[in-house]
């Protein structure tokens, strides 16, 4: 199966993906993603999100589909989706653990490199 993306359409208070689809003997298939945009904001998505979060969410519809039940042509992010994405490509970092104290100087240090205690 290959997901092509075409490109976007911006409209009053969206922007809509374009992904062309082919797979194997099945006919070619033309599928749209559409994001709302305030899902576009610091804290949420930016705009270089918007072809990779569509094209998952693309692929997760193709992958789930069957004979009796295919993939729907029209889409859209909810916030679960944007959820989703930041966690998988915004992971929280862990803290930095506390050392035990400051080491010396690089000044105060022996010639050899080592630190005597």
């Not at 305030?38 to 804290?43: G, H, S």
């Not at 789930?64 to 679960?80: F, K, M, N, P």
Request: proline fraction near 6%; include cysteine; charge should be negative.
């Amino acid at each position: 199966m290959y997901i092509q993306y075409v490109g976007f359409d911006t409209v009053t208070g969206a922007r809509t993906y374009s992904f062309h689809v082919i797979d194997g003997a099945l006919e070619a298939r033309d599928f749209t993603v559409k994001v709302e945009a305030d899902a576009f904001r610091p804290e949420g998505l930016g705009l270089q999100d918007g072809p990779c979060i569509c094209y998952a969410r693309l692929a997760k519809e193709l992958g789930a589909q069957t004979s009796e039940s295919r993939a729907e042509a029209c889409l859209s992010i909810g916030e679960h989706d944007i959820k989703d994405y930041l966690e998988q490509h915004n992971p929280k970092k862990p803290q930095a653990r506390k050392k035990d104290g400051p080491a010396a100087p690089l000044a105060d240090r022996p010639e050899d490199g080592w630190e005597r205690r």
